[in-house]
């Protein structure tokens, strides 16, 4: 599994002199200087006040040393300051602290300064997203947050540009564009400044494109490297040498040819300022199943792997591939976390992940060796991993290439998007994970429990889960679970651990929760009213440190959503809340009617017709709408019948809302498609029977 490639020097030097070049031209920031590693600052500056990356450090633990908020007065917690960003999707982003100022993203890449003691809104910066490109993406009109390096801010579009910010206006300094724009490609996370050079990737995996990261000159915006994740052709010419092995790894034919292949680079990235080793996590395949993507076997490189590149010349240094031939949307784009920890008496630098496929890895993160990996929910489609050959031994049972399989875990994974922690006091890992199996058919996939009839037979012999969305403290050490909270409903937020071992995470159902890190008792919990998907983050302005966390329901699973939602009692009117001892009460959002979850009770239409209109909803309207019926949190598609076939068809086929968000489908759909679709919704056919009820 490991490969190491000799650093093309000669490359690598010219494009440190081009930069090197544009540094000297540049006047002195006044800003605080963000160049410096976290360690290099906390020598200059013991306080270790701020969030000033990602993860707070390049390192991504996600943990802050400060203390002021412990177990001793959690019970004092109120709102410092509250602002609503005027979004009803989900809100993803990491907030950045630096020098007073909190950065933060909404919907549609829209970024908001605030002063972050007093909640004073400095700027806010609107990239002019086109509403139409909402339909290019899997998973919600999301951003997970800006960089923020001397005096600019960076922030990826929804629709594939850079953006480079005066930190202090908002203005804009240079955009350019990182993308095919004849593609569904979307960038929803966040870019990680290092070595004056940006780093951002980009999803679309879901409509098949090729994955890549690139680096650009943070001064100027011009590319300095890029990294493709797939191959291309399997014959040549390759962008870069690490291709021409990659190859090897793809059948000559196969629907790969025509999608690109995926391998999306669209959230995980990690740095060690030491090794100038970059660490980024690939996506799934496109499409999933290996049998179509590239029939005939093949590893399917660099799929769901995590590259360790040389951050100065882009090259790769090592690889480690989770899941060889992924046929599950088994990304490894979950978080990457960089630590020190002692293993067989041993201190190790190793790199953490816990990726969708269900293990928990501990690499070596110089040389990328495998030190141990173990399931961290349940696993049915692998046995274990073989520490010899760092491969997962496949048990079969996730191989639908004939026949319906049961799948542990789902394809929203063991563990998805939202970041885990890890704190170098407990030496613990805290994981947003979910136990969840899925069903892949031969010809399709489905939610497990969704209009699967033979659903019960498929479960037979299956090990006994108590699915639903868990907080699971992991020892990265011994490999093992430590303590775990069953949370109400699946999808829940990001994690946060800090120097008073308090555990800090958001719920679904419109909670934070601080737990003990140690022994994971519940400590306290404040309700917010809007359910949480964000990871909350801490920082310490004038001796008062501050909690915030952006609330506002959404993402991939905005179509999951629990009976218990917060999103089905209050509006979800998306907001950054920030916390502090002795604050005041939290302002709720208004009340609505309750939203019972609503399906169709119609007999079911099985007529060649519906099962048509069926396969269009599913290809052009699930991925926003649902997959296995209305969304809530969209538009109600009930409604149909009301709205009439003459509305129906200025929104689908003329695009009359694409400002709005909804984009017309006049590029690949015809007045028959729509007319299908619109009996299809209007008789609730898109919305099959629930076979039991998600968590
Ligand atoms: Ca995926």
Redo the contacts with the bound molecule.
């Keep these: 599994m490991i490969f190491c490639l000799s650093t093309n020097h000669a490359v690598g030097a010219t494009v440190l002199l081009a930069a090197a070049a544009l540094v000297t031209g540049w006047p002195e920031s006044q800003a605080l200087d963000t160049t410096l590693t976290v360690s290099e600052r906390a020598q200059a500056d013991n306080d270790n006040a701020e969030w000033p990356f990602h993860g707070r450090t390049h390192a991504e633990q996600r943990y802050s040393p400060l203390r002021q908020i412990s177990p001793d007065n959690i019970q004092r917690l109120g709102v410092a300051w509250l602002h609503s960003l005027n979004a009803y999707r989900g809100l993803e982003a990491t907030p950045i602290i630096i020098d007073r100022v909190m950065y933060l993203t909404g919907n549609w890449s829209r970024v908001y300064a605030f002063d972050a003691a007093t909640g004073q809104r400095r700027w806010m910066y609107d990239p002019e997203v086109p509403g139409k490109w909402g339909r290019n993406g ?1 998973c919600d009109v999301v951003n997970r947050g800006v960089a923020v390096w001397r005096d600019r801010v960076f922030v990826g579009t929804f629709d594939g540009r850079l953006v480079s910010l005066d930190a202090r206006t908002g203005k804009l300094i240079w955009e350019i564009n990182t993308i095919d724009r004849a593609l569904p490609y979307t960038i929803t996370g966040a870019p990680r400044v290092v070595r004056d050079k940006v780093i951002i990737g980009n999803g679309g ?2 409509f098949g494109v090729r994955g890549y990261v690139t680096a650009y000159d943070a001064y100027s915006g011009n590319q300095v490297w890029r990294f493709y994740t797939v191959p291309g052709s399997p014959s040549g010419p390759f962008k870069h040498p690490e291709l021409e092995m990659a190859a090897k790894t793809w059948s000559q034919n196969g629907a790969w040819r025509q999608t690109g292949g995926g391998g999306t680079v669209w959230d995980s990235i990690a740095y060690d300022p030491e090794l100038n080793l970059l660490y980024v996590g690939t ?2 395949g496109h499409p999933h199943a290996r049998h179509v993507r590239s029939p005939g076997g093949g590893d399917n490189l660099f799929l769901s792997s995590i590259l360790a590149l040389n951050a100065d010349t882009g090259r790769m240094v090592w690889y480690y591939q989770t899941t060889p031939a992924d046929s599950w ?1 088994f ?1 490894a784009t979950q978080s990457i976390i960089l630590a020190d920890i002692e293993i067989q008496g041993e201190i190790r630098k190793v790199l953490m992940q816990a990726p969708k496929n269900g293990f928990f890895y501990v690499l070596d993160r110089t040389t990328g060796e495998l030190l141990s990996a173990k399931n961290f929910v349940t696993v049915n489609w692998a046995s274990g991993v073989d520490l010899q050959t760092g491969r997962p031994v496949e048990t079969g049972l996730g191989d639908y290439s004939k026949q319906d399989r049961l799948v542990y875990p789902s ?1 929203l994974g063991g563990h998805n998007w939202h970041p885990m922690a890890f704190s170098p006091r407990t030496q613990l890992a805290y994981i947003p994970a979910l136990e969840m199996p899925w069903v892949h058919s031969p010809t399709d996939s489905y939610l497990f429990d969704i209009g699967v009839p033979h659903i019960g037979e498929l479960e037979r012999g299956q090990p006994t889960v108590d699915r639903g969305g868990y907080l699971r403290a992991w020892s990265p050490v011994r490999q093992k679970l430590i303590w775990q909270v069953k949370l109400p409903s699946l999808i829940n937020g990001g994690v946060l651990v800090t120097g008073s071992d308090l555990v800090f995470q958001g719920t679904q159902d419109g909670f934070l929760h601080a737990y003990d890190a140690v022994g994971g008792r519940r400590l306290h919990s404040v309700f917010v009213g809007v359910g949480i998907i964000a990871p909350p983050v801490t920082y310490s302005v004038a001796g008062t440190q501050y909690l915030a966390v952006l609330a506002g329901f959404g993402g991939a699973t905005h179509f999951m959503l629990a009976e218990s939602a917060a999103a089905r009692r209050y509006e979800n009117d998306g907001r950054i809340i920030v916390f502090k001892l002795d604050g005041g009460p939290v302002p709720l959002p208004p009340r609505i009617p309750y939203h019972k979850p609503r399906l169709t009770t119609a007999a079911p239409d099985k007529s060649r017709e519906i099962e048509e209109g069926k396969a269009l909803y599913v290809q052009h309207c699930g991925f926003c709408h649902g997959m296995s019926g209305s969304v809530p949190l969209l538009p109600d598609l009930q409604r149909v019948p009301e709205m009439g076939y003459e509305a129906f068809r200025a929104i689908v086929l003329d695009g009359a809302l694409a400002p709005r968000g909804m984009a017309g489908f006049d590029d690949s759909l015809s007045e028959t498609d729509v007319k299908l679709l619109f009996r299809t919704i209007a008789i609730g056919a898109h919305n099959p029977p629930t076979h039991q009820s998600t968590p």
Aim: charged share 40%.
């Design positions: 899997c995996s879901e996506g799934n949307d990304t394809e």
